[in-house]
Protein backbone atom coordinates (compact mmCIF):
# COMPACT_ATOMS: atom_id res chain seq x y z
CA UNK A 1 0.00 0.00 0.00
CA UNK A 2 1.72 3.21 -0.99
CA UNK A 3 -0.84 5.36 -0.59
CA UNK A 4 -1.86 8.23 2.33
CA UNK A 5 -6.00 8.40 2.57
CA UNK A 6 -7.71 11.50 3.96
CA UNK A 7 -11.02 12.04 5.46
CA UNK A 8 -13.54 14.02 4.84
CA UNK A 9 -13.07 14.95 0.67
CA UNK A 10 -14.65 18.18 1.73
CA UNK A 11 -15.67 19.79 4.59
CA UNK A 12 -17.83 22.66 5.41
CA UNK A 13 -17.91 24.26 9.11
CA UNK A 14 -19.02 27.34 10.60
CA UNK A 15 -16.57 29.79 13.21
CA UNK A 16 -17.91 28.14 16.23
CA UNK A 17 -18.09 24.52 14.80
CA UNK A 18 -15.43 21.64 16.41
CA UNK A 19 -14.60 19.46 13.76
CA UNK A 20 -11.56 16.88 12.84
CA UNK A 21 -9.51 15.87 9.42
CA UNK A 22 -7.89 12.66 9.16
CA UNK A 23 -4.91 10.92 7.62
CA UNK A 24 -3.85 7.51 7.09
CA UNK A 25 -0.91 5.50 6.19
CA UNK A 26 0.01 1.83 6.05
CA UNK A 27 3.82 2.61 4.57
CA UNK A 28 5.47 2.18 7.96
CA UNK A 29 6.53 5.59 7.26
CA UNK A 30 7.85 7.61 10.92
CA UNK A 31 7.35 11.53 9.82
CA UNK A 32 3.57 12.90 9.15
CA UNK A 33 2.95 16.63 8.09
CA UNK A 34 0.01 18.80 7.24
CA UNK A 35 0.00 21.44 5.11
CA UNK A 36 -1.82 24.38 4.15
CA UNK A 37 -2.53 25.40 0.43
CA UNK A 38 -4.63 28.14 -0.55
CA UNK A 39 -5.25 28.66 -4.47
CA UNK A 40 -2.48 28.97 -7.23
CA UNK A 41 -0.31 28.66 -4.02
CA UNK A 42 2.77 25.97 -3.30
CA UNK A 43 1.77 24.29 -0.31
CA UNK A 44 2.76 25.95 3.40
CA UNK A 45 4.04 23.62 6.27
CA UNK A 46 1.83 23.45 9.58
CA UNK A 47 3.12 21.08 11.62
CA UNK A 48 5.29 17.77 11.39
CA UNK A 49 5.19 14.59 13.24
CA UNK A 50 8.57 12.20 13.78
CA UNK A 51 8.37 9.17 15.63
CA UNK A 52 4.60 10.08 16.48
CA UNK A 53 5.88 13.43 18.36
CA UNK A 54 5.60 16.89 17.69
CA UNK A 55 8.65 18.05 16.08
CA UNK A 56 7.68 21.14 14.09
CA UNK A 57 5.06 23.70 14.56
CA UNK A 58 5.23 26.11 12.10
CA UNK A 59 3.98 29.28 14.51
CA UNK A 60 0.16 27.89 13.74
CA UNK A 61 -2.72 29.49 15.60
CA UNK A 62 -4.29 27.25 18.51
CA UNK A 63 -8.06 27.08 16.47
CA UNK A 64 -5.58 24.18 15.03
CA UNK A 65 -3.97 21.43 16.75
CA UNK A 66 -2.78 18.56 15.69
CA UNK A 67 -2.49 14.58 17.06
CA UNK A 68 -0.95 11.74 16.01
CA UNK A 69 -2.29 8.84 17.88
CA UNK A 70 -0.07 6.33 16.19
CA UNK A 71 2.30 5.73 13.58
CA UNK A 72 -0.10 5.27 10.60
CA UNK A 73 -2.17 7.96 11.50
CA UNK A 74 -2.73 11.80 11.65
CA UNK A 75 -5.37 14.18 13.06
CA UNK A 76 -6.27 17.71 12.68
CA UNK A 77 -8.20 18.90 14.96
CA UNK A 78 -10.17 22.45 14.27
CA UNK A 79 -11.96 24.65 16.28
CA UNK A 80 -12.92 27.98 16.38
CA UNK A 81 -11.60 28.64 12.22
CA UNK A 82 -11.79 32.07 10.67
CA UNK A 83 -12.88 32.48 7.08
CA UNK A 84 -9.49 33.03 6.08
CA UNK A 85 -8.27 29.16 7.05
CA UNK A 86 -10.75 27.98 4.28
CA UNK A 87 -8.09 25.75 2.08
CA UNK A 88 -6.85 22.58 0.99
CA UNK A 89 -5.29 20.86 3.70
CA UNK A 90 -2.69 18.32 2.52
CA UNK A 91 -1.53 15.30 4.71
CA UNK A 92 1.87 13.80 3.87
CA UNK A 93 4.47 11.27 5.27
CA UNK A 94 8.01 10.37 4.30
CA UNK A 95 9.95 7.17 5.61
CA UNK A 96 12.83 8.93 8.13
CA UNK A 97 11.79 11.05 10.88
CA UNK A 98 14.51 11.93 13.84
CA UNK A 99 13.70 13.57 16.96
CA UNK A 100 14.57 17.10 17.98
CA UNK A 101 13.14 18.71 14.89
CA UNK A 102 16.32 17.45 12.29
CA UNK A 103 15.29 17.22 8.40
CA UNK A 104 13.66 15.02 6.57
CA UNK A 105 14.61 14.78 3.14
CA UNK A 106 13.08 11.90 1.36
CA UNK A 107 10.53 12.29 -0.56
CA UNK A 108 7.29 12.99 0.74
CA UNK A 109 3.71 11.26 -0.37
CA UNK A 110 0.79 13.32 0.05
CA UNK A 111 -2.69 12.49 0.32
CA UNK A 112 -5.72 14.07 -1.57
CA UNK A 113 -6.21 16.94 0.87
CA UNK A 114 -9.53 18.04 2.46
CA UNK A 115 -11.13 20.94 0.79
CA UNK A 116 -12.20 22.86 4.05
CA UNK A 117 -14.80 26.17 3.74
CA UNK A 118 -15.21 28.01 6.83
CA UNK A 119 -18.34 29.96 6.69
CA UNK B 1 17.94 28.40 4.55
CA UNK B 2 17.23 27.02 1.38
CA UNK B 3 14.82 28.25 -1.39
CA UNK B 4 13.35 27.92 -4.43
CA UNK B 5 12.52 30.18 -7.44
CA UNK B 6 10.47 29.16 -10.63
CA UNK B 7 10.56 31.73 -12.78
CA UNK B 8 7.46 31.28 -15.26
CA UNK B 9 4.22 31.62 -13.06
CA UNK B 10 2.21 30.63 -16.22
CA UNK B 11 3.83 28.40 -19.58
CA UNK B 12 1.21 27.69 -22.57
CA UNK B 13 2.31 25.01 -25.10
CA UNK B 14 0.74 23.43 -27.98
CA UNK B 15 0.13 19.65 -27.68
CA UNK B 16 2.85 17.95 -28.57
CA UNK B 17 5.36 20.49 -28.44
CA UNK B 18 8.27 20.20 -25.88
CA UNK B 19 8.17 21.32 -22.51
CA UNK B 20 10.41 22.99 -20.28
CA UNK B 21 10.07 24.26 -16.49
CA UNK B 22 12.57 26.22 -14.86
CA UNK B 23 14.15 25.56 -11.78
CA UNK B 24 16.70 27.39 -9.47
CA UNK B 25 17.28 26.55 -5.67
CA UNK B 26 19.31 28.36 -3.48
CA UNK B 27 21.55 25.90 -1.14
CA UNK B 28 24.85 26.20 0.60
CA UNK B 29 25.69 22.56 -0.52
CA UNK B 30 24.14 19.39 -3.08
CA UNK B 31 20.47 19.45 -2.02
CA UNK B 32 18.09 16.80 -2.33
CA UNK B 33 15.47 17.93 -5.25
CA UNK B 34 11.92 16.77 -6.17
CA UNK B 35 9.49 17.98 -9.08
CA UNK B 36 5.90 17.20 -8.35
CA UNK B 37 3.05 17.64 -10.60
CA UNK B 38 -0.99 18.85 -9.02
CA UNK B 39 -4.19 18.54 -10.74
CA UNK B 40 -6.62 21.17 -9.71
CA UNK B 41 -8.39 19.88 -6.32
CA UNK B 42 -5.86 17.03 -6.11
CA UNK B 43 -3.14 16.21 -3.91
CA UNK B 44 0.38 16.20 -5.07
CA UNK B 45 2.35 13.47 -7.21
CA UNK B 46 5.44 13.24 -6.66
CA UNK B 47 6.96 12.85 -11.04
CA UNK B 48 10.97 12.63 -10.33
CA UNK B 49 13.71 13.33 -7.46
CA UNK B 50 17.54 13.75 -7.54
CA UNK B 51 19.31 12.46 -4.22
CA UNK B 52 22.87 12.50 -6.05
CA UNK B 53 24.86 10.27 -8.78
CA UNK B 54 23.72 11.18 -12.58
CA UNK B 55 22.40 14.18 -12.89
CA UNK B 56 19.93 13.07 -16.03
CA UNK B 57 17.06 11.89 -13.74
CA UNK B 58 13.92 10.13 -15.43
CA UNK B 59 10.44 9.91 -13.75
CA UNK B 60 7.11 8.83 -13.99
CA UNK B 61 4.90 9.92 -17.27
CA UNK B 62 7.71 10.72 -19.69
CA UNK B 63 9.17 13.65 -17.70
CA UNK B 64 12.85 14.33 -16.75
CA UNK B 65 15.11 16.66 -14.99
CA UNK B 66 18.57 17.95 -15.17
CA UNK B 67 20.48 18.39 -12.02
CA UNK B 68 22.86 21.25 -13.12
CA UNK B 69 25.05 22.65 -9.67
CA UNK B 70 26.82 25.10 -11.94
CA UNK B 71 23.59 26.95 -12.29
CA UNK B 72 21.90 26.03 -9.18
CA UNK B 73 19.32 24.58 -11.70
CA UNK B 74 16.95 21.74 -11.85
CA UNK B 75 14.91 21.94 -15.07
CA UNK B 76 11.72 19.85 -15.66
CA UNK B 77 11.59 18.73 -19.40
CA UNK B 78 9.07 16.64 -21.65
CA UNK B 79 9.77 15.77 -25.28
CA UNK B 80 5.73 15.77 -26.13
CA UNK B 81 3.30 17.12 -24.10
CA UNK B 82 0.01 15.65 -23.78
CA UNK B 83 -3.37 17.88 -23.01
CA UNK B 84 -3.36 15.40 -19.82
CA UNK B 85 0.15 16.81 -18.81
CA UNK B 86 -2.17 20.17 -17.97
CA UNK B 87 -1.61 21.00 -14.26
CA UNK B 88 0.44 22.99 -11.38
CA UNK B 89 4.17 21.63 -11.27
CA UNK B 90 6.13 22.49 -8.22
CA UNK B 91 9.99 22.20 -7.97
CA UNK B 92 10.89 21.16 -3.81
CA UNK B 93 14.06 21.29 -2.02
CA UNK B 94 14.60 18.97 1.07
CA UNK B 95 17.71 19.93 2.83
CA UNK B 96 20.79 17.42 3.86
CA UNK B 97 21.33 19.16 7.19
CA UNK B 98 19.58 19.63 10.57
CA UNK B 99 17.04 21.55 11.16
CA UNK B 100 15.93 22.60 7.72
CA UNK B 101 12.60 22.38 6.19
CA UNK B 102 11.31 21.02 3.16
CA UNK B 103 10.52 23.79 0.87
CA UNK B 104 8.57 24.68 -2.24
CA UNK B 105 8.69 26.56 -5.13
CA UNK B 106 5.56 29.00 -6.19
CA UNK B 107 4.69 26.73 -8.69
CA UNK B 108 4.46 27.00 -12.79
CA UNK B 109 1.20 26.11 -13.68
CA UNK B 110 0.96 24.78 -17.68
CA UNK B 111 -2.12 25.16 -19.90
CA UNK B 112 -1.79 22.71 -23.13
CA UNK B 113 -3.33 23.42 -26.23
CA UNK B 114 -5.30 21.23 -28.27
Known amino acids: DTEVTQTPKHLVMGMTNKKSLKCEQH?????MYWYKQKAKKPPELMFV???????INESVPSRFSPECPNSSLLNLHLHALQPEDSALYLC??????????????????FGPGTRLTVL | AQSVTQPDIHITVSEGASLELRCNYSYGATPYLFWYVQSPGQGLQLLLK??????LVQGIKGFEAEFKRSQSSFNLRKPSVHWSDAAEYFC????????????FGPGTRLSVLP
Open chain 2, 92 to 103: AVGARSYGQNFV
Open chain 1, 92 to 109: ASSQEGAEGGTVNYNEQF
Open chain 1, 49 to 55: YSYEKLS
Open chain 2, 50 to 55: YFSGDT
Open chain 1, 27 to 31: MGHRA
